[in-house]
């Protein structure tokens, strides 16, 4: 079903371009006009002051989720703010329909400062796989797009992730401390060495997005919500990199991952930087 609508009998790729004018639409009507202009009244803590939410995801949310299941019919949507209200809609992931993965505003902690650094996330799954994903940042003016087995491209241009350069310490985006077990805490620390450099990530998808440009590394998450991680996943798998968890399998976006997972530039890297977690655990 997903191909089919992905690409038509023909290999159109209508579609895809269709999913990208609907994300820029939600931003454009729902994001950028509150962008450095939120009041008091349009920033709510959910579950303290490091997991905000704000008027502009709950709408680019609302907005989205109109036009994306018009796309496809049939499909649901797996949103954060939605599984926030609804913690059951977060099981569609395991079901039989086409699901858009949504995240409106990654980074909002970013976005409430005024800075540039978030994205919007749209990923399309179907039987816990991940077909295609977008990944905006309006701010920037970058739109990154990755289709499973037709690789990943940044403003219409192809990118690939690359190999660290030999014998340099790689560069790490890791978990806020916030959201870590002790567990997790101790196989985070693992990554402090002498040739692994972590510091804390900012929004997830453009982290993602860095490594896809070969700009960062790799990133190591503890947490394993689908809407943070589904869109970059395949964008750097889609560019040459690689995923794993701790436990040595791919990353499951229905749950029950073995934490913390990593993803960077090549498999080597991946090995490295497990090595280290297991080290630290």
Known sequence: ????????????????????????????????????????????????????VTTADRLAEEHLTASLTKLLPGSVVVGEESVHADPSVYDALGGD??????????????????????????ALAQHGEIHASWTYAPALGEMAVAVRGRGATLNGAPIRCGSPA????????????????????????????????????????LEYLAVARGALDAV???????????????????????HTTLSGVPFRIAGGNDLPFTAARDEATVLRILTALRAGG
């Open 97 to 122: 329909a086409p699901v858009w993965i949504v995240d409106p505003v990654d980074g909002t902690r970013q976005f409430v400062r005024g800075e540039a650094g978030f994205c919007t996330l749209v």
């Open 220 to 242: 190591a998450f503890s947490w394993e919500y689908a809407w943070d991680h589904a869109a970059g996943l395949l964008l750097v798998a889609e560019a040459g990199g690689a």
């Open 166 to 205: 030999p014998g340099a310490a790689l560069t790490v985006a890791t978990s806020h401390p916030d959201y870590t077990t002790d567990a997790q805490k101790r196989a985070l620390l693992g990554l402090n060495t002498d040739d692994i450099a972590p510091r804390p990530c900012g929004s997830a998808g």
């Open 1 to 52: 079903m997903i191909d089919d609508f992905l690409y038509g009998t023909a290999g159109d790729t209508g579609p895809l371009a269709d999913v990208e004018a609907a994300v820029r639409a939600a931003a454009a009507a729902e994001i950028m006009p509150r962008h450095r202009q939120l009041a008091t009244h349009d920033i709510i803590e959910k579950n303290g002051p490091h997991d905000l």
